[in-house]
């Protein structure tokens, strides 16, 4: 399957910028759709981003639409996650994820997950 790796987390002050990245590795599939997800201290995993195979289709959740930004470098096989005016409650272990089809902001619906990065903002 498809492996996942997350890096770039760590701890910044309110107001502040992070730049997450994703590197894919093992098998290689030709079109997938790729994600941000992120999981705070005892709330369920919830959706932060989404972009297609081509770049094309890109989608946000309201918490971080005008702050966040999604991107991704196929020829590196890597997804990215650009985070501005960070909140305290942004403060997460944030996942990427996979999957073969188009993309979609439920969680149920991604194949594949890396372990996480954590993302801490102070107030």
């Known amino acids: 399957q498809v492996h996942l790796v997350e890096s770039g987390g760590g701890l910044v002050q309110a107001g502040g910028s992070l730049r997450l990245s994703c590197a894919a590795s093992?098998?290689?599939?030709?079109?997938?759709?790729m994600a941000w997800f992120r999981q705070a201290p005892g709330k369920e995993r919830e959706f932060v981003a989404t972009?297609?195979?081509?770049?094309?289709?890109?989608y946000y959740a309201d918490s971080v639409k005008g702050r966040f930004t999604i991107s991704r470098d196929n020829a590196k096989n890597t997804l990215y996650l650009q985070m501005n005016s960070l909140k305290p409650e942004d403060t997460a272990v944030y996942y990427c994820?996979?999957?073969?089809?188009?993309?979609?902001?439920?969680?149920?619906?991604?194949?594949?997950w890396g372990q996480g990065t954590q993302v801490t903002v102070s107030s």
């Open positions: 972009i297609s195979w081509s770049g094309g289709r890109i």
């Open positions: 994820a996979a999957r073969r089809g188009t993309v979609t902001t439920t969680r149920y619906e991604y194949e594949f």
């Open positions: 093992g098998r290689t599939v030709s079109s997938y759709a």
